[in-house]
């Protein structure tokens, strides 16, 4: 399997998952020109993307789409929501529209839905398998749900976004409502968030972890870092089963590091 965070961030998101047969792209929040552009400096071939799937409907993971799908075709995954949300014109586009638990298959890649906790119609992560690995994708999560805790413990890599410092969100320019909006179940989650996560709930079983979604405006990369490795060097201490997954921090202006399992 073969992943890749393509973009992150407020002014857009797209990842791509791939087995040897068959190529998805997660979210559209870039046009086809930077998509393709990205999955160049990436060393895909966008021509050979199978479909989308979005996770919800806001503009930073939707406003490239029909630029994309007028580019490069590709049938369109989405919940009932997410489409009553963006008013797609469904005559440019094939929609498969799913259900916020609904399993199905693309290729050779099972795809599961799952619900996220975010201000957005019936939002939605993905668990992907191919073959003996299993992947999750969980960004714009608001809060980190036993449900979405369990499969990220049942995963050999995760996307999980680290949106923000706590403290630099409060002291930073923000209106007082959109902060209480990021704080709030229903916005993103924090690098404390998933500090908590990594040292009191993590089972250690995935050995990638792409750091994601994270504020230009709320967050500082290497504290992104630091504070996921201090986290794990805590659940480390005295512990006979040794916690080591990979870090990778995700960018908003080009692709991650591209890992192939």
């Not at 930077?34 to 993307?49: F, L, N, P, T």
């Not at 890649?109 to 619900?115: G, K, L, N, S, T």
């Amino acid at each position: 399997m073969r992943i890749t965070v393509l973009g992150s961030g407020s002014s857009g998101n797209c990842t791509y998952v791939a087995s040897e047969t068959t190529h998805i792209l997660i979210d559209a929040g870039f046009g086809s020109r930077s998509v393709d552009r990205r999955c160049r400096d990436a060393g895909i071939v966008i021509e050979q993307v199978d479909a989308v799937l979005l996770t919800h409907a806001h503009g930073d993971h939707t406003k490239g789409l029909p630029s994309l799908l007028k580019r490069f075709p590709a049938p369109v995954y989405m919940t009932e929501g997410t489409q009553n949300e963006i008013y797609l014109n469904t005559r440019i586009h094939q929609v498969s529209t799913i259900t916020r638990r609904e399993t199905f298959n693309i290729g050779d890649i099972e795809i599961q839905a799952f619900p996220t906790s975010h201000d957005s119609a019936e939002s939605v992560g993905y668990q992907f398998r191919s073959g003996n690995i299993t992947g999750i994708l969980a960004t714009d999560l608001g809060k980190l749900t036993s449900r979405v805790i369990e499969r990220l413990n049942q995963a050999d890599w995760i996307v999980i976004e680290s949106n923000h410092d706590e403290e630099l969100l409060r002291i930073g320019p923000y209106p007082l409502a959109l902060k209480r909006r990021i704080l709030g179940d229903k916005g993103h989650i924090s690098n404390q968030t998933v500090a908590d996560f990594l040292e009191h709930q993590f089972s250690g079983l995935a050995g990638h972890i792409f750091l994601a979604h994270i504020s230009r405006q709320n967050n500082v990369p290497n504290l992104v870092l630091d504070t996921a490795r201090e986290a794990l060097t805590r659940k480390n201490r005295g512990s006979l089963f040794k916690v080591n997954p990979r870090l990778y921090l995700t960018h908003q202006n080009e692709p991650s590091e591209v890992l192939d399992l």
